[in-house]
């Protein structure tokens, strides 16, 4: 909400009175001094008044008729105004309140997260699964971790590189079907983790010092975060997909790459200006100012160790205060397996998830209540774990009790809302709520 003021018009008007003798003579004069104003004020209304087409009588209301300050001196619309000492009305200070009005109306969202491939080959056991339990929003890949634009959208440089694969080949009709069953669409734009352009325009890329690609751990080349043309690149995707009908973007890998040898990595001179941080936030908000008044909300995934960690927030480029000051849902990964061993003082996270989601959440609030009341704040939407991690020495089994341990820890916190990621979109419904 704006509040503007309007400017102070008060005047101080102060009257003098004088007692006259009441005989005629001073009758007289008072009643040729009465037509004399009349008739002044009458010649004033009348240049005051503007005649236009038609013949309507139109006040003209973008001049004040009794400005006679020196600039408007030779201004033929500005006609003077006697002075004179009958008080008008006086207008008191009005303090106008203007408020904007938000279109977009918000989903408390309990999703899963579902591929390009997934929502085509599995499209009816995926919408059971909505159908039959609190699941209520779907975040479907538009733009994916190779770089590639899943349906056929009308976007210059995706075209240019050949980056569209049409993967749903019925776009239109997919987000017709989620609307009629009442199912959040949320389109997930990978940002700058992009091999495919990476690899189609090197000026883009990120560098080493000798000129040559960086490659992360994987050999995947990653884009520049300081590249402006990214960010018109990644805004027309975005765009793209908010005008087929998905009613929120998020943005994943919205950070740099983690990978060996990042830190000898060359990003161009505007990195000796500004950090990773910086530079993250203000694409941040660049994509919030621009995709907010096409009626979409906007999100982004962040780490969930930045919440408390400033090293990993550097790195990575990611604060989270920051970041949410300018989304509209912050939804960090807090995976009970990505936690180190004793991280929160819990020995091992990924056995105890309720635990270490409620411990990391109440971060998160502790963390958040930096910014002050009044100013935007995004709204918590965090991502839970729905796979097993097998690669970690002290795991198990994730199934249903583990799925709904987390989302326990996370109203006991306060929070609301959440997502489920499963890469290969294979669910534990046993362990969510039937409809």
């Known amino acids: 909400m704006r509040r503007r003021k309007k400017s102070d018009m008060y005047i101080d008007y102060r009257k003098s009175y004088r007692r006259r003798g009441r005989n005629r003579n001073s009758t007289l004069i ?19 008044i503007r005649i236009e087409a038609g013949g309507e009588y139109r006040l003209n209301k973008n001049r004040d008729i009794s400005d006679n300050s020196e600039e408007n001196a030779d201004d033929p619309n500005i006609i003077p105004t006697p002075q004179v000492t009958v008080a008008p009305t006086v207008e008191p200070e009005v303090e106008q309140i203007i408020e904007e009005v938000d279109p977009r109306v918000p989903v408390r969202a309990r999703g899963i997260y579902v591929t390009s491939r997934a929502i085509m080959d599995r499209r009816d056991e995926l919408i059971e699964i909505a159908d039959t339990t609190e699941i209520n929003t779907m975040v479907i890949d538009v733009k994916d971790d190779n770089g590639r634009i899943t349906f056929n959208m009308d976007s210059e440089m995706a075209r240019n590189i050949g980056a569209t694969t049409n993967t749903i080949s019925d776009i239109a009709d997919l987000l017709k079907l989620l609307k009629e069953k009442e199912i959040y669409p949320i389109a997930r734009i990978v940002a700058f983790k992009d091999p495919y352009l990476a690899e189609q325009r090197h000026d883009l890329a990120i560098k080493n010092k000798d000129g040559s690609l960086y490659r992360d751990n994987n050999g995947e080349c990653w884009i520049n975060p300081y590249e402006k043309e990214v960010w018109d690149y990644l805004i027309e995707v975005s765009t793209k997909a908010a005008e087929v009908g ?32 910086d530079i993250i936030i203000e694409f941040t908000k660049y ?4 995709l907010k008044p096409l009626g979409v909300f906007v999100s982004a995934d962040v780490y969930g160790t930045i919440i408390s960690s400033d090293i990993d927030a550097g790195l990575v480029g990611q604060n989270y205060v920051e970041l949410a000051k300018h989304l509209d849902y912050i939804c960090p990964m807090i995976y009970p397996s990505h936690f180190a061993e004793g991280n929160y003082g819990v020995e091992y996270p990924d056995l105890e998830p309720y635990k270490i989601v409620r411990k990391v959440l109440t971060a998160s609030r ?5 910014i002050p009341e009044g100013e935007h704040r995004a709204i918590v939407r965090p991502w839970l774990q729905d796979f097993t991690a097998t690669w970690i020495k002290n795991y198990q089994v994730y199934g249903g009790l583990q799925v709904r341990e987390q989302i326990v820890g996370v109203y006991g916190v306060g929070y609301r809302e959440w997502l489920l990621w499963n890469a290969s979109c294979n669910y534990s419904v046993d362990g969510l709520y039937s409809d």
Do not use: C, H, W
């Open 30 to 48: 008072g009643i040729i001094t009465v037509l004399i104003l009349a008739t002044v004020f009458g010649i004033g209304t009348y240049y005051a």
């Open 246 to 277: 998905f009613m929120e973007i998020q943005f994943d890998y919205i950070r740099f790459s983690t990978g060996k040898g990042m830190s000898e990595a060359y990003f161009g001179p505007l990195a000796e200006e500004k950090s990773k941080e």
């Open 287 to 290: 994509a919030y100012e621009k």
């Open 366 to 370: 502790n963390k958040l209540d930096d």
